[in-house]
């Protein structure tokens, strides 16, 4: 089968299509014929190796770990023999090692029934991106319904899910983006835009009871100034501090400063879990979300579609589609 790999730390030509033995599914696991996979900034931190602390996991010199992709869409061509909840010919979604590749094989409990009104392209793109979204306003803001929130990045991968949810949720939702997204933005629920590059939302006289920073454009003091007084500032973002902390420079910044302040200052990183993405197959299924994707890429593309994500505009999830020609 083909499959996306690499074995050296550095810019997108470093991934390969290659070929690479079919694997087969342990007892507790599932094999899926990959019809869709997406990309996230963890794939491109991981390619580059930086932050250097990446590598601590990774491989300090070179990759140990050679396969990347981890959002999965697919179809179940063939089950271990301790696999209770599928069987060869189910559509499922989740997640998994080496998403980028024909085939691949994950536990049963990484994947749930793909949602029938979804195409493999939507249910793909929902993983990793809406699970930030979820866990990050729901568990970590602890964001409730009437609350004002702010999304700061609110037409990215994670934001269009964000605003998705926090709708959901009950919220007064803001979502900050560019001009071009506005409508963007505002078709998939929020009730407020702002344009950041003609108002810095910072700087205006409204206060959140939940700022959701993806985007990471701001300090951490102005992040905070527009927070009210008992607000909570959600960190998923963060900007470039070099190679060794990377975007964890503001989320560690955080973390020592809430002892000290009446704000609640929160880091924030998802974690994959069944019962959350059953709740997501959930709103899915109902259509209360609605997953945005901005382009698909064949899979020999995965380097083109890593430097676009990389570029920073991309409107929603990037995605990745196998050509399989013999299934519809």
Known sequence: MKAIVYTEYGQPDVLQLTDVPKPAPREDEVLIRIRAASVNPLDWHYMRG????VRLGGGLRR?????????????????GGKVTQFQPGDDVFGWCKGAFAEYVCTSQDAVAPKPGRTTFEQAAAVPVAAFTALQGLRDTGRLQAGQKVLINGAAGGVGTFAVQIARWLGADVTGVSSTR?????????????????EVNFTQERERYNLVFD?????????????????????????PDNGRW?????????????????????????????????????DLLEAGTV????????????????????????ARGKVVIAMEHRDET
């Open 290 to 313: 609605t997953p945005v994707v901005d382009r698909t890429y064949p899979l020999r593309d995965v380097p083109d579609a890593i430097r676009y994500l990389e570029e920073g505009h």
């Open 50 to 53: 930086t932050p250097y602390l």
């Open 181 to 197: 997204n506005l409508d963007l933005v505002r078709s998939i629920g929020a009730h407020h835009v702002t344009d950041y590059t």
């Open 63 to 79: 990759p140990s770990i050679t396969r990347l992709g981890v959002d999965v869409a697919g179809r179940v061509e063939a089950v």
């Open 214 to 238: 993806l985007a990471g454009n701001h300090s951490l003091t102005d992040l905070r100034r527009a927070l009210a007084a008992d607000g909570t500032l959600v960190l998923v973002g963060g």
């Open 245 to 281: 902390l990377g975007p964890l420079m503001d989320p560690l910044k955080a973390v020592a400063l809430s002892p000290f302040v009446i704000q609640k200052l929160r880091p924030f990183l998802a974690h994959l879990r069944k019962d959350d993405l059953i709740v997501l197959r």
